[in-house]
């Protein structure tokens, strides 16, 4: 009994594998004790043998600033490192916007009496009692989590261990930037060691809670986590800051194997489901990855993959602003109360009651999650808003759900074409409780050619975490030109790093045996021009031709190279790591062939929009079987989780490897 849960801001979703095959389901979330909603979905099953969670825990608590009071240490004269930043705005021509404050307080930015040279020698010296008079000041201010980053520490950590082992001493945790993020910019490394810090506790207690539930009634001795990289590992493996993205990525992990499987190399993901939408591109089978990802305008400097995230879900709330304008999100109902129609105390109008009164959705879809749906309370709250700007029902209705696609629409087009990206070559693979719903008309308007449904859209996150391989991403700054004494430092750093790979993945259950002799070390460089601020990554080994793989992919960004005599340099040396922890093959679960037309359950009115009005349209279900039959919209396909609509202008076909494919009818 395989296991994977994800927990969401509205529904959690969980996914089993066993002898009888795959299955997904959906709880209510359970807001303030997340945690909960897992503990009873597993009461109910037999014993675990592989349990994988999703969560978003840690980006709760950085969000709503709930993490713990932490210190921070940084090097004599840089105690507003935090506070200064870079010279960014988060818009530009707002005059009264201001930036997200650090998660550290002012008062608790200790200065550290040190100095590092640029190449790591040191140039003030710092003492072991020196260390210890700091680590005893921070623990008479009550603090029990401190964040180390001094100045080039990531050449030389000789004095972030002093601290480290001065602070140990006294009983607090620490996060040492030198370990976490051994690279060169100093505010990004710093800002990701004290957002590590920050959420370390709120994050270990919840993981420990999980594990204690586990070992007690499966003897489970550990677990593993979905981290921002597509990868899992297990609690004690992973730094808390490299799990902020950890529901988002297994979407993206579950869409990159789906891609190869059904020969789809390039896609957009598209999954929404009740607080927010998640888009992100899979190009050549590869997900785009950053380097630098942003959490409320708080920059984490660690390989993840580059998800843009909006307040744009089934729970977002439709509102007036100011203006007179209909705004639809970023606020909530979430779970609690949720959408008004879950009839649990929810006043506002959403994109789920939207969604109701277009005829889209059915009481009975929501039949396995423990709602019971309401149509009379949606049609209360959103003729109340309708009332307000003077719209009618319908106008209303369609008002929300137009509001909501614009809304995503630009959150596609920042996750892909500011990125260079032409969404016309990509299928757009949507899923989430409500993506399928919305997909059809934003493939429409970004002139996609095809809509994938997955198999198990609704809970297709919690699958991707089920099949998700173990991931390490190891780095260290090295800016040195490129030359054979360069090419001496990067091997020292790669050996460092494959026996520190190797180290972690023991402790994780991973044996020799196991890894036999698969290919599972891919190192890189990051490289420059000499002069220049940012870098492009590509490919190591010692006998390749570092200059020209450099020359060739700056051409195919840029269009052009610089002269031989601009000097290459090294910037970042990166190892990654990846292993598979089962048989990652696709589950089928769409197996039996049919050869006649699938006929429909029923037929219902929904509401259409472009002036289309109310049309009939015949309500399928979607089960197991495919077929070859092509059928023309409007329909509505009923699913486990989630409900798929195809608006007039598509057709619908069921595919072998079980994906519903929408095209559009050109």
């Not at 043998?49 to 840089?78: D, M, P, Q, Y």
């Not at 999100?329 to 609690?336: F, L, Q």
């Not at 045996?513 to 990554?537: E, T």
């Amino acid at each position: 009994m395989r296991v994977a849960t994800d927990i969401g801001g509205t529904f959690t979703d969980i996914v089993t594998f066993d002898k009888k095959g795959l299955r997904g389901q959906k709880v209510l979330s359970t807001p303030r004790q997340p945690d909960s909603a897992i503990v009873e979905a597993l009461k109910e099953m037999p014993k675990v043998t592989s349990f994988s969670h999703g969560t978003t825990i840690a980006t709760n608590a950085l969000l709503e600033r709930k993490g713990e009071k932490v210190a921070f240490l940084v090097t004599k004269g840089f105690q507003d490192l935090l506070y200064i930043g870079r010279q960014k705005r988060p818009r530009l021509y707002d005059f009264n916007c201001a930036p997200s404050e650090p998660v550290v307080d002012q008062s608790l930015c200790f200065e550290v009496p040190e100095r590092l040279a640029q190449d790591g020698s040191i140039l003030l010296p710092l003492s072991m009692e020196e260390a210890r008079i700091l680590a005893g000041k921070i623990k008479e201010q009550g603090i029990k989590v401190a964040a180390i980053c001094l100045l080039f520490s990531y050449k030389n950590p000789t004095h972030e261990l002093l601290l480290e082992k001065a602070l140990q001493k006294e009983g607090i945790f620490v996060s040492r930037s030198s370990y976490i993020v051994p690279q060169f910019r100093e505010y990004e490394r710093a800002s990701t060691t004290s957002i590590n810090a920050y959420v370390q506790p709120v994050l270990q207690n919840y993981l420990k809670r999980i594990h204690l539930f586990l070992k007690d009634t499966s003897n489970l001795a550990t677990y593993f986590v979905m981290k921002s990289n597509g990868g899992v590992a297990t609690p004690e493996e992973i730094f808390p800051v490299e799990v902020i993205l950890s529901g988002p990525s297994g979407g993206v992990a579950g869409a990159t194997l789906l891609g190869r499987k059904i020969g789809r190399p390039n896609l957009v993901t598209f999954d929404m489901g009740g607080t927010s939408a998640d888009f992100s591109a899979i190009i050549d089978n590869t997900p785009l990855i950053t380097d630098t990802g942003e959490i409320d305008t708080l920059p984490i400097q660690l390989p993840m993959i580059d998800i843009t995230t909006i307040g744009a879900g089934g729970g977002s709330i439709a509102w007036i602003d100011k203006g007179g304008a209909l705004r639809v999100g970023p606020m909530s109902a979430g779970a609690a109360p949720g959408p008004a129609c879950y009839d649990l105390g929810g006043e506002q109008p959403t994109v789920t009651d939207s969604n109701l009164l277009a005829g889209l959705l059915h009481p009975e879809s929501f039949s396995k999650t423990g709602v019971s749906i309401n149509k009379e309370r949606s049609q209360e709250v959103i003729v109340r808003l309708a009332k307000s700007i003077h719209f009618g029902l319908e106008d209303t209705i369609i008002g929300i759900r137009s509001v909501v696609n614009a809304n995503m629409l630009r959150g596609i087009r920042r996750a892909t074409m500011e990125k260079g990206i032409d969404v016309r070559q990509c299928s757009l693979l949507a899923f989430g409780g409500a993506g399928p719903l919305h997909a059809a008309d934003l493939a429409r308007e970004l002139n996609m050619k095809e809509v994938i449904i997955p198999p198990l859209a609704g809970v297709f996150s919690a699958l991707g975490i089920l099949l998700a391989d173990i991931k390490i991403d190891l780095n260290q700054s090295l800016l040195s030109p490129l030359g054979d004494e360069a090419i001496e430092q990067i091997e020292s750093i790669l050996n460092g790093f494959r026996k520190r790979a190797l180290d972690s993945l023991k402790k994780q259950g991973i044996t020799d045996k196991d890894i036999g002799k698969k290919k599972i070390f891919s190192p890189m460089l990051a490289m420059r021009y000499q002069g220049q601020s940012f870098h492009l990554s590509i490919p190591y080994r010692k006998d390749f031709d570092l200059k020209s793989l450099f020359q060739k992919a700056y051409k195919a960004r840029f269009g052009y190279v610089l002269s031989e005599e601009n000097v290459l340099e090294v910037v970042n040396v990166h190892l990654f790591t990846c292993v598979s922890r089962q048989n990652k093959v696709f589950p089928n679960i769409f197996s039996k062939e049919i050869s006649e037309p699938i006929k429909p359950i029923a037929e219902r009115e929904i509401l259409q929009g472009q002036g289309k009005g109310l049309i009939k349209a015949p309500v399928f279900k979607r089960g197991g079987y495919f077929s070859d039959k092509v059928r023309k919209g409007p329909a509505v396909i009923e699913d486990e989780g989630s409900t798929i609509y195809v608006p007039s202008d598509f057709s619908f076909r069921y595919e072998k490897n079980g994906c519903l494919i929408l095209e559009r009818n050109l």
